[in-house]
């Protein structure tokens, strides 16, 4: 039986009222404005002093990077485009080829001084390559990318960062692919005596915040926080690692953003994570499962943090590995309106927001330990990492329906991401694997727009449906949800030690395609706001909610 119904409007006004409804429920969704700024290129070549077996040798060190010209206080500068080119003569070559080195793989970590007025922190730039060919004459040039720490400074004024020693690690291997003997070479490289004044990178320019009339001079002597105590701000930029530092204090508090800048602080761990309500006994608190810290450093007001989890699939071992619960930040990508006009009657948008894993420091997930049977009876134990590799996306495309009122979104996740074996376990004897056991090239799925995103990548898909005036469904960016994949899990590489080359026997039990992928993503915390919500968000700033797997 229908009751009454209301006087029918026109299409237009239905239409006018359906949008305003539309945005309306989207709101959480829409970013803040960002401010663009310039761009300020790197491209410095020095010459360095490096100590190898042989003795010193002199080297070219050539440093790329990116920076924002400027910054606020308060505001992260993140260096991006970081690479770190090693040239060294034909000296270290014959280091090399004395060992029947016919190939070598380098990871590098650059000390990067940065200086701020009377500050100074330092912050460690690490890099890895492919194994490039060991030449039979002349310079061996060997080329690092990676992800850097951001910065981070509570004070105005120039901010100067200065290229300081290198730690150059070498992995030889013999032209059959079997690590020498010894399997590694460390090289020490520091600024040769003609760098002298040269070493100066980059300097950005950091303005007061806005709304904090103006910032205060640091300290002469800094202190340090009591543990238990949440951080004050930084007036020195100081590497943002999230999970190594204490939860950020509420704006406006004591320790939040109103004080004064202060010195250099050292982090403290931030603890065991948060707990939050069963959602099983709605209406009371009770304690949640533990997970890592997932704080973030410095938030802006579209800053969002969540934690993830979920199995993954491997054919090949008729099994499936568990995700553990690991920390994702994200930023809320600009509105953009598609260049293809919508179907008549909807109107779209999308978004693009950059996110990374975030785990003691390192984009990565926790350890992660599974047990399979190799050919149906060898019991193996191993225990992985998957490790970020580049920057995560998460592409939205909303469709509003002006009939319904009613909000579509399509979610696609794009993430590069290795995965090292860190531990491997035969029967409960142990496996040596080595220290740079590997998939060579991170996992990856067919995209749906490969010309506009090329690579490798695993690729994740969500769909959610936010009906007018009732809960979301399925996926949606702030709540959370579901989302699948199938992925391909390349060779390994860098597997073995004692001369034992393990990288067939993990590619030929690992490897291949056609594994699926299930990740749950739980609800977001919008550490950045004002009055971040209670429900979303621990007091500490960290998210509430911990999702459980599913399959």
């Not at 730039?125 to 690092?144: E, F, I, S």
């Not at 707990?275 to 009770?286: F, H």
């Not at 802006?300 to 979920?310: D, E, F, K, M, V």
């Amino acid at each position: 039986m229908r009751g009454p119904r209301p006087t029918p409007r026109s299409s237009r006004v239905r239409a006018r009222g359906a949008t305003i409804a539309a945005f309306v429920a989207l709101a959480p969704l829409l970013p803040a404005a960002a401010v663009a700024v310039g761009t300020l290129k790197v491209d410095a070549a020095l010459p360095y002093v490096c100590t190898l077996p042989s003795g010193q040798q002199p080297a070219t060190v050539r440093i790329t990077a990116a920076f924002p010209e400027r910054a606020a206080a308060g505001e992260e500068i993140r260096p991006t485009d970081v690479t770190t080119t090693v040239e060294l003569p034909a000296g270290a070559v014959a280091d090399l080829t004395t060992l029947k080195a016919a190939t070598v793989r380098a990871e590098t970590r650059l000390t990067v001084g940065v200086t701020q007025n009377d500050q100074r922190a330092e912050a460690t730039w690490r890099g890895t390559a492919q194994p490039v060919g060991v030449p039979a004459d002349g310079p061996l040039v060997l080329t690092t990318t990676g992800d850097v720490p951001s910065l981070t400074t509570d004070a105005a004024g120039d901010l100067r960062l200065t290229a300081g020693g290198l730690a150059v690690d070498l992995a030889p291997s013999t032209a059959d692919g079997v690590p020498t003997a010894p399997a590694s070479l460390s090289v020490a490289c520091v600024p040769g005596q003609d760098a002298e004044g040269r070493t100066l990178l980059a300097t950005v320019r950091v303005g007061a915040s806005t709304g904090t009339g103006g910032p205060s001079t640091p300290p002469t002597t800094p202190t340090a926080p009591p543990s238990s105590a949440p951080s004050p701000s930084s007036g020195l930029p100081l590497p943002s690692f999230p999970t190594d530092r204490p939860s950020p204090a509420r704006p406006g508090t004591a320790n939040g953003a109103g004080q004064d800048p202060k010195g250099p602080q050292t982090g403290q761990p931030a603890g065991g994570g948060p707990a939050a309500a069963d959602e099983d006994a709605p209406g009371t608190r009770a304690p949640r499962p533990t997970a890592p810290p997932c704080v973030t450093e410095k938030p802006t007001p579209t800053s969002l943090s969540a934690y993830i989890t979920g199995y993954s699939n491997v054919r090949k071992l008729n099994g499936a590995t568990l995700i553990p619960v690991s920390c994702m930040l994200i930023e809320q990508g600009q509105m953009e309106i598609p260049t293809t006009p919508p179907p008549e009657g909807e109107f779209h948008f999308t978004n693009l927001s950059p996110g990374q894993l975030s785990y003691q420091g390192r984009k990565q997930t926790p350890p992660l330990t599974s047990t399979f049977l190799t050919f149906d009876f060898q019991p193996v134990t191993a225990t992985m990492v998957l490790e970020q590799t580049g920057p995560i996306t998460i592409d939205t495309l909303v469709r509003i329906v002006f009939a319904t009122g009613d909000n579509y979104l399509e979610n696609t996740v794009r993430a590069p991401l290795v995965l090292r074996v860190i531990d491997v376990k035969v029967n409960g004897v142990k496996l040596d694997v080595g220290p740079s056991c590997r998939t060579a090239t991170s996992l990856f799925s067919t995209d749906p727009k490969p010309a506009k995103y090329p690579g490798r990548h695993l690729v994740m898909v969500g769909r959610g449906k936010i009906p007018l005036g009732l809960p979301a469904e399925g996926y949606v960016l702030t709540s959370g949800g579901p989302l699948t994949g199938e992925v391909t899990i390349p060779p390994f590489t860098g597997c073995g030690a004692g001369g034992e080359n393990l990288d067939r026997l993990l590619t030929a039990s690992i490897s291949g395609p056609g594994n699926h992928l299930k990740q749950i993503q739980g609800q977001t915390c919008s550490a950045g706001l004002e009055a971040p919500p209670p429900d979303q968000c621990t007091e500490d700033l960290q998210p509430l909610l911990v999702p459980k797997p599913e399959r």
